[in-house]
């Protein structure tokens, strides 16, 4: 059983940035893949940042160049820096991971709130 715990939300001005947290109960080596998702009010959830276990990294549009996901191997953390935050980016963020059977974790969410 994976337990992913994601810290970090708040409420930031726009144009201020946040770091998330998502710290997994095991390696993150286990996972094929992790990244970030979003759910905003009345929008379904949707990508935003993933990296594999090559380090491969893709981003949603309405985030690239804006957002970095990174990992540390050593503390079983991926971490999603966001900067220049706009209000439209205010959702509940999830942390995922993706085992190599495929089987799809989620974190509690934390909620990033952009005050305008």
């Known amino acids: 059983q994976v337990q992913l715990v994601e810290s970090g939300g708040g409420l930031v001005q726009p144009g201020g940035s946040l770091r998330l947290s998502c710290a997994a109960s095991?390696?993150?080596?286990?996972?094929?893949?992790m990244g970030w998702y979003r759910q905003a009010p009345g929008k379904q959830r949707e990508l935003v940042a993933s990296?594999?276990?090559?380090?491969?990294?893709n981003y949603a549009d309405s985030v690239k160049g804006r957002f970095t996901i990174t990992r540390d191997d050593a503390k079983n953390t991926v971490y999603l820096q966001m900067n220049v935050l706009k209000p439209e980016d205010t959702a509940v963020y999830y942390c995922?991971?993706?085992?190599?059977?495929?089987?799809?974790?989620w974190g509690q969410g934390t909620q990033v709130t952009v005050s305008s």
């Open positions: 995922h991971a993706k085992q190599w059977s495929l089987y799809d974790n």
């Open positions: 095991e390696s993150i080596f286990s996972f094929y893949a």
């Open positions: 990296i594999t276990e090559s380090g491969s990294t």
